[in-house]
């Protein structure tokens, strides 16, 4: 999650003409177009502190999880490899950042950025367990660690263990989202409840890809992640 911008509201009153000189303020007759407005704003506000990077890293998240949901991932060919390219290094990148993001967090005594940090940590437990299942489809790597190795990354319990990590990650970000919304509709602030809406749809994609619900929860995330990018980077331009 990114921290949303803040605005100052718009207000909405009747008084007469003089007092249409007044900042933020509308008379009846501008209310329907300040309302239109402020809506929009909320839609296309976006999260301030988003880096490129975290940018990059969290569309190849999104990536290898539609992969995921249409089956393609965990194969030898070029769609799978590539998949688990873009899981490894969105694994690894925000599996450093959970870390530093964590002790900042214990630092600080922040209960919700430790959760955050969790969240990321998860995610790259998950990333770590499909880049194993990956590398074993090799025979030369199967060889390399050896037939119990091997038997133990394809056990139940670490399949299971990946699933795991894949439903409480997007808990998490679903949790974290519901906790947006509910901070939006306490300060009446719409793109708060808009993001936090967002957050809440694509952490229970991400679950329900972990459970294995196909193709209709990846294009669930696919659109969600279309509009959480659009709001970052339409607003600068408007």
């Not at 450093?96 to 002790?103: A, C, E, M, S, Y």
């Not at 990321?120 to 990956?134: D, K, N, P, R, V």
């Amino acid at each position: 999650m990114r921290r949303i911008a803040q605005t100052q509201p718009s207000y909405v009153t009747l008084n007469s003409k003089s007092d249409t000189s007044k900042k933020g303020v509308f008379t009846s007759g501008e209310s329907g177009k300040a309302e239109t407005q402020s809506l929009l704003s909320a839609v296309v506000e976006a999260h301030e502190d988003c880096s490129s990077a975290h940018d990059i890293m969290e569309t190849l998240h999104v990536a290898a999880e539609i992969s995921a949901s249409f089956g393609l991932d965990g194969r030898l060919n070029l769609t799978g490899t590539a998949s688990g390219a873009a899981g490894i290094v969105s694994g690894v990148y925000f599996g450093v950042k959970g870390v530093q993001d964590l002790k900042k967090a214990i630092e600080k005594k922040d209960a919700l950025e430790g959760l955050e940090a969790g969240g990321h940590l998860l995610l790259a437990g998950e990333a770590s367990i499909e880049a194993a299942h990956l590398a074993l489809q090799s025979s030369a790597v199967t060889n390399m660690i050896g037939p119990t190795a091997a038997a133990i990354i394809k056990s139940p319990a670490v399949e299971g263990l990946g699933t795991a990590f894949g439903v409480a990650h997007g808990a998490v970000e679903a949790g974290l989202g519901l906790k947006e919304m509910y901070d939006g509709v306490k300060a009446h602030n719409k793109s708060h409840i808009i993001t936090g809406i967002l957050d809440i749809a694509s952490g229970a994609s991400v679950a329900a890809i972990a459970l294995g619900a196909g193709p209709v929860a990846g294009v669930a995330l696919a659109a969600t992640f279309a509009l959480q990018m659009l709001r970052v980077h339409i607003r600068p331009m408007l």
